[in-house]
C-alpha cells in the first residue's frame, strides 16, 4: 500500500473531487485546512519581525490517500494534472509505503490482524 499526500491550492478541491470520484479503484481521502510557505517566494526578501512572517502563510489543503499500490501512481498523475495552474505554490505531492491499515469499523468484535 501506499499513502500519497498532496499540498494543493483551495481553489482545486472541486475539481479534484469530481475527477478522483470518477478514478477507478479511488479508495477515499482526508482533506485538512494547512498554511504554507514556499522557499523560493522568500528568495531575496528582506527579513521582517516574526509576526510579520507569520502574516505570509498561504491557506492551503492537504489531501491524503492510503490505498493499493497499483493505483498510486495514475493517482499522483491524476492529481499533478488537475491542480496545476504552472505557477510557484501549485503544491507538491509525494508518495511513501505504508506497511499496514486497518479500518476501524472492521475490527469490532475480531483481532485486527484476522483483516
Do not use: Y
Not at 479511488?26 to 507569520?54: C, D, Q, Y
Request: glycine share 8%; charged share 25%.
Amino acid at each position: 500500500m501506499k499513502e500519497i499526500k498532496a499540498i494543493i491550492r483551495p481553489s482545486k478541491l472541486a475539481a479534484l473531487r469530481e475527477a478522483l470520484r470518477d478514478f477507478p479503484g479511488f479508495p477515499g481521502m482526508t482533506v485538512s485546512k494547512v498554511e504554507g510557505l514556499s522557499a523560493p517566494s522568500r528568495i531575496g526578501a528582506p527579513r521582517h519581525n516574526l509576526r510579520e512572517e507569520l502574516v505570509d502563510f498561504t491557506p492551503k489543503l492537504r489531501i491524503e490517500i492510503v490505498g493499493p499500490d497499483d493505483v498510486a501512481n495514475g493517482l499522483v498523475d491524476l492529481i499533478v494534472r488537475i491542480c496545476s495552474t504552472g505557477q510557484i505554490g501549485d503544491g507538491l505531492v509525494w508518495v511513501t509505503p505504508v506497511d499496514r491499515a486497518i479500518f476501524v469499523h472492521k475490527t469490532v468484535g475480531s483481532t485486527p490482524d484476522s483483516h
